[in-house]
Structure formats: structure tokens, C-alpha cells
């Protein structure tokens, strides 16, 4: 069945960076659509960044030039690069990924949380 495995979450200071993967398995089909979603405490879950199978990329107002979204087509992998990070920013980050006959799948989600 299809899976997606994500990793990299953790603890950071304001203005540090970290890299968040999500390894995807299971998919018949070519993935089309790689997403980032982030749920903060108290407000609901909104979209980061994605990327299509083409690598073409969109982001929320409030992380761009600070995130940035890739892919690995062979490797059905998706990252996010985040750096300069803001308290604002804890949140737990779920991948999401879906093909043309696979719908709406998600992963299971990893906590980022800056403080000092």
C-alpha cells in the first residue's frame, strides 16, 4: 500500500535551518503533486510548498525565499529546505503526495519547533 515516511523534524533556534524529506513507496502510478502541509497549535493546516513532477514549485506567502521545496523523481522523494526559521514556524509538517489514479495521500508527520 502506499506509504510516505517523513523525517528530519527536531528542535532549532530562531534562524537556524533544517531539512525535512518525505520518502514516498507504493504508488503505482508516476506522483504527480509533492506537497508540504504544516499544522501550528490552535490553527489549521495550511500549504507550505509544492512541487509538481515537472519541478514546478509554489509557496505560501510567509516562507518564501526562507523554504524551498525539491524532488527526486527517481528516488519518489520530496524535501524542504528551511532556513531562517521562525518561531512562527513550529508546527507539525506533513508530506503529501498524490498520482492521477492515487489520491490524496499523506504522511504521518514529523514536529518542527523553534525556540531558543
Known amino acids: 500500500q502506499v506509504q510516505l515516511v517523513e523525517s528530519g523534524g527536531g528542535l532549532v533556534q530562531p534562524g537556524g535551518s533544517l531539512r525535512l524529506s518525505c520518502a514516498a513507496s507504493g504508488f503505482r502510478f508516476n506522483i504527480n503533486d509533492m506537497d508540504w502541509y504544516r499544522r501550528a497549535p490552535g490553527k489549521q493546516r495550511e500549504l507550505v510548498a509544492g512541487?509538481?513532477?515537472?519541478?514546478?514549485?509554489k509557496y505560501a506567502d510567509s516562507v518564501k525565499g526562507r523554504f524551498t521545496i525539491s524532488r527526486d523523481n527517481a528516488k519518489n522523494t520530496v524535501y524542504l529546505q528551511m532556513n531562517s526559521l521562525k518561531p512562527e514556524d513550529t508546527a507539525v509538517y506533513y508530506c503529501?503526495?498524490?498520482?492521477?489514479?492515487?489520491?490524496?495521500?499523506w504522511g504521518q508527520g514529523t514536529q518542527v519547533t523553534v525556540s531558543s
Open positions: 503529501h503526495a498524490e498520482s492521477t489514479y492515487e489520491r490524496n495521500f
Open positions: 512541487i509538481t513532477r515537472g519541478r514546478s514549485t
